[in-house]
C-alpha cells in the first residue's frame, strides 16, 4: 500500500475487525457496507389446522334433512360431523371415522334462524369443543314473504351473541363459518324440472322458490331482493368472524359453488343430497386446513 495514503480512522478499522471476525458465521454487509436487518419471525398462527373435537350449530343443511330419507334429519351423512363413508365429513376427515362418535356433537336443527343459534352454542360451549362449524341464514331469507325476512341489522346483533356466548363458556373453541349457499342458483337448477316447480308449491322457501315457473317484473324483482338478502347475510358474517382470531369463514366458497341436481336432494331439490353434503364437507376441510 503506498505510503501517502492516510491511515484508516480508528473506528473503521474496528468495524472492518468485526466484520472479518463474523464473516464465517453470518457474512457483514451489503454493497454498501450495512449490516442486513434481521429477520422477523412469524407471529404464531392462532389458528389449529387440526382440532380433536368438533361441534355443529346451524339449520337442516347440517343435520342432513332429505338427505338420505324424505322428510326425516340424516345425521350421519352431515357435511360437519357425520361418520358416513360416503360422505367423509369434516370431522372424519379431521379425527378419523372411528373417533366421531365420540369426539363429535351436532346440535344444529331443521328449521333453525339465526336467533336459535344463541342456544345452540351455549349447548356446544358444555363440551368445549376445539372446533365449532356454523352453517345458518338460509332459514332467515326463506319466509312467507319478502318483508318477513329477518333484517341485516338483527341477523348481525343475533350471529354477534351467539359467537360472543361461545366466547363466554368455551373461549379456546376455533370457530368455522360457511355461508349461505346461493338460494337463487338452487332456483335456477330445480325450475327447469317439472319435479322442482311441483314439490315447492308445499311451501318451500316461498320468497325463492314460490311460484317457481314464474317470469313477470315482481317475480324476477322477489328473487333477487331474497339473493341480495343472503349477500347481506354472508357479509355480515364475515365481518364478525373477522373480529374474532379464532374464527374464519369459507371465504364465500359454499354461496359460490354451483350446485347441479346430483347435489340437490331427490325429494325436495332444495336441500343438500349425499353428494352435496360431500361437496360442503369438501369446502370446510380445505378451509379449516388452509
Not at 464473516?23 to 454498501?32: E, F, L
Not at 372411528?98 to 336459535?116: C, F, L, M
Not at 363458556?169 to 337448477?189: C, F, H, T
Amino acid at each position: 500500500m503506498p505510503t501517502s495514503r492516510r491511515p484508516r480512522p480508528r473506528r473503521a478499522v474496528v468495524v472492518a475487525a468485526l466484520c472479518a471476525a463474523l464473516a464465517a458465521v453470518s457474512g457483514c454487509g451489503g454493497q454498501d457496507g450495512a449490516a442486513p436487518p434481521p429477520s422477523a419471525a412469524p407471529p404464531p398462527s392462532a389458528w389449529d389446522r387440526s382440532p380433536d373435537s368438533v361441534a355443529a350449530v346451524g339449520d337442516s343443511i347440517t343435520t342432513g334433512f332429505d338427505s338420505c330419507q324424505v322428510l326425516s334429519d340424516c345425521p350421519s351423512v352431515s357435511w360437519s360431523t357425520g361418520d358416513s363413508p360416503e360422505v367423509d365429513s369434516l370431522a372424519s376427515r379431521l379425527l378419523g371415522r372411528s373417533r366421531t362418535a365420540t369426539r363429535t356433537w351436532n346440535y344444529a336443527e331443521t328449521g333453525a334462524r339465526v336467533s336459535d343459534l344463541e342456544a345452540q352454542m351455549r349447548q356446544a360451549a358444555v363440551r368445549r369443543p376445539e372446533l365449532v362449524t356454523v352453517l345458518v341464514g338460509a332459514n332467515d331469507a326463506c319466509r312467507g314473504s319478502v318483508r318477513s325476512m329477518t333484517p341485516v341489522g338483527t341477523f348481525r346483533e343475533e350471529f354477534e351473541a351467539a359467537l360472543r356466548t361461545l366466547r363466554q363458556r368455551s373461549p379456546d373453541s376455533q370457530v368455522y363459518v360457511a355461508s349461505v349457499p346461493d338460494l337463487k342458483r338452487l332456483w335456477e337448477v330445480g325450475q327447469e324440472t317439472p319435479m322442482g316447480r311441483e314439490i315447492w308449491k308445499l311451501g318451500i322457501c316461498p320468497t325463492m322458490l314460490g311460484e317457481a315457473g314464474a317470469m313477470d317484473r315482481k317475480a324476477v324483482e322477489r328473487r333477487k331482493k331474497v339473493r341480495d338478502r343472503v349477500e347481506e347475510y354472508n357479509e355480515a358474517m364475515a365481518e364478525v368472524c373477522a373480529a374474532d382470531r379464532r374464527c374464519r369463514t369459507d371465504g364465500g366458497a359454499v354461496y359460490a359453488y354451483r350446485f347441479g341436481v346430483p347435489q340437490l336432494s331427490r325429494w325436495d331439490l332444495f336441500h343438500p343430497s349425499v353428494d352435496g353434503q360431500t361437496k360442503l364437507a369438501d369446502i370446510a376441510y380445505r378451509a379449516v386446513t388452509a
